[in-house]
């Protein structure tokens, strides 16, 4: 889906995931893994007592993913969002019900973080270069900038739930569901799995993932937080989990510097510039992985303090990493400190 998020491995470093070798079978643990939206995914589970045929889980896997990359990919010319894209017309275009689902979240989060997450965004990630085009000679200047602003902002866009439809107040205005696609598609295969019967599990799509039930040995998961470092990948913090889904949003991989400035791939749909603020990474925890994945999304846009702000005000567990001159400064809210302590227990 974007190229930005394909260059990003969202900041995690999954310690679990020992093996990348497709039906490996390990102290009773299988490890399966593919490709999809331009990333890979993995699946470490313990069968239990269910009999597993790896390689029709491996199938049905495959085939669910395809069929969401086929509804959403921007890169795919025959997708519902690349047809919606291209239609030049403010009359309401049918979508599927999971195409509406994705949509309808995307808004609820663009609402509740005043437009921090915006899936109209794309046209402004490209014109600063971390779009599937290359990247102009120059900076854009303040005309490009305002023409953009005029054709992107969630308000624009309409949904309708049923029959599904949706429609565009701007002619110009294009979606990109790269920043929650890959959660909702997490969310989609854990649900498959829990009907297979599997209920010890850790799935990871581009580092995004549900973590459900216990390792092999009876410990909880484990999961590493990578440091925010451009050149070297390092272990800040490892987190032990069950029960939840994770995403994080990292702003210190995909950049570039011109005359001395440092150009960030997050942009602030209300200036429609590159953020600029001290936070370096955001780690989620929500039960669903696409809310987790936009919220994520959202508070790197938002900075350190206004997403403080949010994630007090709303109960969101969320870890940041922010610089402070040259050290790493953490912060936990009080409801991902509640969750860490709860599920030790």
């Known amino acids: 889906m974007k190229r930005l998020l394909l260059q990003l491995l969202s900041g995690l470093l999954l310690l679990v995931l020992t093996s990348a070798c497709q039906q490996k079978k390990t102290s009773q643990t299988l490890h399966l893994n593919g490709a999809t939206m331009g990333t890979t995914w993995s699946l470490s589970l313990l069968p239990g007592s269910t009999k597993i045929d790896t390689a029709t889980l491996q199938e049905k896997l495959q085939r669910r993913l395809d069929q969401i990359n086929r509804l959403m990919s921007t890169y795919d010319p025959d997708s519902e969002i690349s047809r919606f894209n291209q239609r030049e017309s403010t009359d309401w275009f049918t979508i ?6 994705v949509i309808q979240l995307s808004q609820k989060i663009s609402s509740l973080t005043a437009g921090a997450f915006d899936i109209s965004v794309g046209p402004l990630v490209e014109l600063w270069g971390f779009g599937a ?10 005309e490009q900038i305002r023409e953009l602003l005029a054709r992107v902002g969630y308000t624009k866009l309409e949904l309708h739930e049923d029959p599904p439809a949706v429609r565009k107040q701007v002619a110009q205005l294009q979606i990109d569901l790269s920043a929650v696609a890959k959660g909702y598609a997490v969310d989609q295969l854990a649900d498959l799995l829990k009907q297979q019967g599997i209920s010890n599990f850790l799935l990871e799509i ?10 092999g ?5 484990r999961v590493g937080i990578e440091k925010p470092q451009e050149d070297s990948r390092e272990v800040e913090k490892i987190l032990h989990l069950s029960g939840t889904a994770l995403a994080t949003s990292g702003n210190y991989r995909n950049f570039y510097v011109e005359d001395g400035q440092r150009y960030a791939h997050t942009i602030d749909p209300a200036s429609g510039k590159p953020i600029r603020h001290k936070l370096a990474s955001v780690t989620v925890l929500d039960p669903d992985c696409a809310r987790a994945d936009a919220l994520a999304t959202a508070l790197m846009v938002m900075g350190e303090e206004q997403g403080r702000v949010l994630v007090e005000k709303n109960r969101i567990a969320a870890y940041f990493l922010i610089h402070e001159k040259e050290a790493i400064i953490e912060y936990s809210s009080p409801a991902f400190l509640a969750f860490m302590d709860q599920v030790k227990q």
Not at 206 to 215: F, H, I, L
């Open 217 to 221: 040995d009876g410990s909880l998961w």
């Open 206 to 215: 581009g580092g995004e993932m549900q973590v459900v039930g216990r390792r």
């Open 96 to 101: 599927s019900a999971e195409t509406a689902e």
């Open 133 to 142: 085009r290359e990247r102009q000679a120059h900076i854009p200047n303040a």
